[in-house]
């Protein structure tokens, strides 16, 4: 049984769940990713780790209940059971080396960001977090954020935080100021990640993303994850999912990622109905 010993809503719609997990959490590193299903019938959902305790056995894993499946997701109480889990799946993201970083996250890829900023922060690097979210109640993990960096800048579009813009305009100023970054991380939505590495490509600054399409079996065979880097077809889910964002073709990846939306959209409007019938 995959216990989940904690549970926790960072804001409306985002929850963080604690799974008692510890063959996962014994070999899980920064950047890797699980796959789990609520119940037998559910769906197979890949989300990235985003903490792990090899100690206690525990993989922490953050999600948005905005689909059917992830508000089904949503409704295991703390201390109810997840059918199943299998990872660490990926490749751990490569962060030996670096001294001097920039992570920039974007909503809910913060939640992977976090990590890796944590790990280079505790390895002795200098770290500046950049958080981007659409406004103040959406803001997720600023006090471990704070724990993890050297400086943290939050922005929020609607400028609700006290500092309105984009990460990309936090970036820009960091870079111009004087930070000679060797390395920017860069997760989040595609359209973010794709503003960010075209940013640093201008000053030839290193830039990794981390890659969030389609994904079924998470082990190469289904072929639903793939993605193109620098003209050739990567799977994220075995050859990432970090890669050199200045190769990324974004363009593809986000008409992928909408392929199914009306059918998401669909199965969202079901359970909703189904929810409501259930409290009538």
């Known amino acids: 049984m995959f216990t989940i010993r904690k549970k926790r809503y960072l804001n ?3 929850v963080q769940i604690e799974i008692e997990a ?14 789990l299903r609520g119940d037998e019938k559910g769906e ?32 295991i109480p703390e201390g109810g059971a997840l ?36 790990y280079l922060h505790d390895s002795g690097a200098k770290v500046d977090i950049i958080a981007g979210f659409r406004n103040r109640d959406l803001v997720i993990l600023e006090e471990e954020m704070k724990k993890a960096c050297d400086s943290l800048t939050i922005l929020t579009d609607d400028g609700s935080n006290g500092r309105k813009g984009l990460v990309t305009d936090g970036l820009k100023e960091k870079i111009e100021a004087g930070a000679n970054y060797d390395t920017v991380i860069a997760i989040g939505p595609p359209i973010m990640m794709k503003f960010v590495c075209r ?11 981390s890659m969030n399409p389609i994904m079924i079996d998470g ?36 008409k992928r990622n909408a392929m199914y939306r009306e059918e998401e959209q669909h199965d969202c409007n079901l359970f909703k109905q189904a929810a409501e019938e259930k409290k009538a």
């Open 12 to 14: 409306p719609t985002t």
């Open 22 to 35: 510890p063959r996962i959490a014994a070999k899980a590193k920064p950047g890797q990713f699980v796959i």
């Open 44 to 75: 197979r959902i890949p989300l990235t780790i985003a903490g792990y305790d090899g100690e206690a056995g525990t993989v922490t894993v953050i999600f948005q209940a905005v689909g059917a499946s992830t508000m089904k997701l949503a409704e």
């Open 83 to 118: 059918c199943d889990i299998v990872g660490p799946l990926g490749r751990a993201s490569e962060l030996e080396g670096i001294r001097r970083a920039a992570v920039v996250g974007g909503g809910l890829g913060c939640a992977i960001a976090y990590p890796q900023a944590k």
């Open 199 to 209: 940013l640093t490509k201008e000053y030839q600054i290193p830039t990794v993303v």
């Open 219 to 254: 082990t190469g065979m289904c072929g639903g994850c793939r993605v193109s880097v620098g003209g050739e077809m990567k799977f994220a889910c075995v050859d990432g999912p970090d890669f050199d964002g200045h190769k990324v073709d974004f363009d593809e990846l986000m």
